[in-house]
């Protein structure tokens, strides 16, 4: 059974910073592409940022470039997404994704979903 469980959410003022998690298992985790999306209230689910299996980030939001860095460490199993100079327009579910395609992953239909953490910005 795979598991994606994010974690890392909470609330913070405007400029401030969190670091997000997504702890995986069930699968073979350094075979498969990883992404980040969010899901502002109201809003339809948009991409953040995804990276390849072999590390390489293939998508990166316009909204949040030179603020959000997305890494892996498959040593651990571990998908992160560093977020700064958070803004209120962040405010969001923001949830892991996986698929052994990063076309299905750009496309934002994964295979595999996490249950998502909650991020919220004050200004």
């Known amino acids: 059974q795979v598991k994606m469980v994010e974690s890392g959410g909470g609330s913070v003022e405007t400029g401030g910073s969190l670091r997000l998690s997504c702890t995986v298992s069930g699968l073979s985790f350094a075979d498969y592409a990883l992404g980040w999306f969010r899901q502002a209230p109201g809003k339809g689910r948009e991409g953040v940022s995804c990276i390849s299996a072999s590390g390489q980030v293939t998508y990166l939001a316009d909204s949040v470039k030179d603020r959000f860095a997305i890494s892996r460490d498959n040593a651990k199993n571990t998908l992160y997404l560093q977020m700064n100079s958070l803004k209120p327009e962040d405010t969001a579910m923001y949830y892991c994704?996986?698929?052994?395609?990063?076309?299905?992953?750009?496309?934002?239909?994964?295979?595999?979903w996490g249950q998502g953490t909650q991020v919220i910005v004050s200004s």
């Open positions: 994704a996986a698929d052994v395609s990063s076309t299905m992953l750009h496309n934002g239909l994964p295979r595999y």
